[in-house]
């Protein structure tokens, strides 16, 4: 079904200000091959400064997370610097060299980088949430009224849908996007592996531009290209509030997404650092994020909200064995399937 506009939304007008900047910067198709770990730049920031590194989508969130946490006891004359980006490139840049405090990803592997790396302490993940701050579901984003009636995976492979999506070996949202099709394809509509895959090779003959973040293909879509985005239902939810003309449709069959944050090591800002992931994690922080279209990792708060659908078939990551055993099969740089499909090398 086609989800309306969210329930509680806040700051609109920021929002729409926000998006429509991003858009005037210009989205454009981006070579989906990908690029070397960038080059860190230095933040300039005071001693003590909180610096978040995160991944695309979560910028108005954090916006507005920071507001309300310098508002407290502990955020009080607590200064940040930001930077978002694509979750595998803003990972590898702090792995690389790029100092941060506070760090943000779409998925997991993007986080233990930076524990193999020492960034990140083994136990990050030790807590009742699993260092998981939000979770959502990928989600197909159309145009308004859903002129093609894209309700399932098999209508993104028909002749006449075109699909935008993230280059999955920059984005994390887009191998979300991915194991999500094939996913569904293997654990809920009985095909056999060699048929998922089958299905894989036929959409990304279907994509017609692969951007290097979640946001990025998001501008693209709303500039007009494509009839369908694999997105998170949080950028759909975003768009909306931003007041741009697009509809989603959260398949049956989709997978849960779990974003990591986590406070490093290395950083000069520690204490404020793990103030403010704790805040995130608070009822207060967890509606900020609620309200914006992430889904509360807090039973309690997430109980609250009545538009966030459960997918009758909604599978997770350690349906399909777990993130070590899939980065290995589906993005090895040589033999990774989706190496192979999408003609490019991490």
Request: aromatic residues 8%.
């Amino acid at each position: 079904m086609i989800r309306g506009h969210h329930r509680r939304p806040l700051a609109i007008a920021s929002l729409a200000l926000t998006l429509t900047a991003a858009l005037a910067g210009g989205a454009v198709a981006q070579d989906p091959s990908p690029t070397a770990a960038p080059t860190p730049t230095p933040f300039v920031t005071a001693p003590g400064s909180v610096t978040l590194v995160g991944y695309s989508t979560p910028r108005e969130a954090y916006a507005q997370t920071i507001e309300a946490f310098q508002g407290t006891d502990a955020g009080k004359d607590v200064q940040f610097e930001t930077s978002f980006g694509g979750s595998g490139d803003q990972s590898r840049a702090v792995a690389a060299g790029l100092l941060a405090d506070y760090v943000a990803f779409s998925l997991e592997p993007d986080l233990t980088r930076l524990v193999d790396a020492g960034i990140v302490a083994p136990d990050w993940n030790a807590g009742a949430n699993k260092g998981f701050v939000t979770d959502s579901v990928v989600t197909f984003v159309v145009r308004p009224g859903n002129p093609k009636g894209i309700k399932t995976w098999d209508d993104l492979v028909r002749p006449d849908v075109s699909v935008v999506t993230p280059n999955p070996l920059t984005s994390g949202g887009a191998r979300w996007n991915i194991l999500a099709g094939y996913g569904a394809k293997l654990l809920k509509e009985g095909k056999t592996e060699e048929e998922a895959i089958a299905y894989l090779t036929e959409l990304f003959q279907h994509i017609v531009v692969q951007d290097k973040s979640a946001r990025d293909a998001l501008n693209t879509f709303i500039a007009g290209q494509g009839d369908v985005l694999l997105s998170y239902e949080n950028e759909a939810i975003t768009a909306q509030q931003a007041q741009q003309a697009v509809d989603y449709v959260i398949p049956d069959n989709t997978i849960l997404i779990q974003n990591p944050a986590a406070v490093t090591l290395n950083g000069d800002a520690a204490v404020p650092a793990k103030a403010f992931l704790d805040y995130v994690l608070s009822p207060e922080g967890q509606t900020i994020f609620g309200n914006l279209g992430y889904r509360p990792v807090d039973p309690a708060v997430f109980s609250t909200y009545t538009n966030f659908p459960t997918p009758s078939g909604l599978f997770t990551i350690d349906d399909l064995g777990g993130w070590p055993a899939v980065t290995a099969k589906f993005f090895d740089k040589d033999t990774g399937i989706i190496t192979q499909i999408n003609g490019a090398q991490p």
